[in-house]
């Protein structure tokens, strides 16, 4: 299984700074037929289900603000929001869809400062 | 509107049996691969199981291999998920959730449904 390991667990970020929350997997996730990473980034507020928000560790979903922004490739993966809005609230998973067991990160819980 | 919901959720004796039913509508449900997911209480997240979009290739988690069933209807747009032998560490919000034909990601979700397995 690959193992999804998210750091920091939390975090406090004052609104309008930048937050930055760390994804690693224990294997590559890069598709080499395709060069896509199967990496996703989910948001998920109290009692709501997780929302998609970006794929293929890099490109933003449909509606999702650009203060939002993925980066990296094969193992090691970042999510950035460049400027924290108080709705911005809420814990942020990782997810790779490579391979079953569709594995999880544990969860970065994000709270303003 | 795309959407799904879900029902069945229910608490259910150790040992005891459920059936969960996740209703779609807005896209074309026959086209896309299911996947239920779920969620201990104050905890992350677990994928439980995934179908194809003809229901010819089903995975499952290590966890739930042999005692849950996923399955499926397209002619009445829904998803199931039966649950046998049910166990205290079952106890979750499942959710079903729809894997994108264009992303592959999760992009669609339901708002899920509470399974609690307690004597």
């Known amino acids: 299984d690959i193992v999804m390991t998210q750091s920091p667990d939390s975090l406090a970020v004052s609104l309008g700074e930048r937050a930055t929350i760390n994804c690693k997997s224990s294997q590559s996730v890069l598709y080499s037929s395709s060069n896509k990473n199967y990496l996703g980034w989910y948001q998920q507020k109290p009692g709501q289900p997780p929302k998609l928000l970006i794929y293929w560790a890099s490109t933003r979903e449909s509606g999702v603000p650009d203060r939002f922004s993925g980066s990296g490739s094969g193992t090691d993966f970042t999510l950035t929001i460049s400027s924290l809005q108080a709705e911005d609230v809420a814990v942020y998973y990782c997810q790779q869809y490579y391979s079953t067991p569709y594995t999880f990160g544990q969860g970065t819980k994000l709270e303003i400062k | 509107e795309v959407q799904l919901v879900e029902s069945g959720g229910h608490l259910v004796e150790p040992g005891g049996s459920l059936r969960l039913s996740c209703a779609a509508s807005g896209f074309t449900f026959s086209s896309d691969d299911m996947n239920w997911v779920r969620q201990t209480p104050g905890k992350g997240l677990e994928w439980v199981s995934y179908i194809s979009s003809s229901g010819s290739i089903i995975y499952y988690a290590d966890s739930v291999k042999g005692r849950f069933t996923i399955s499926r209807d397209n002619a009445k747009n829904s998803l199931s998920l039966q649950m046998n032998s049910l166990r205290a560490e079952d106890t979750a919000v499942y959710y079903c959730?729809?894997?994108?034909?264009?992303?592959?990601?999760?992009?669609?979700w339901g708002q899920g449904t509470m399974v609690t397995v307690s004597s």
């Open positions: 959730a729809r894997r994108s034909t264009r992303s592959r990601a999760f992009d669609i």
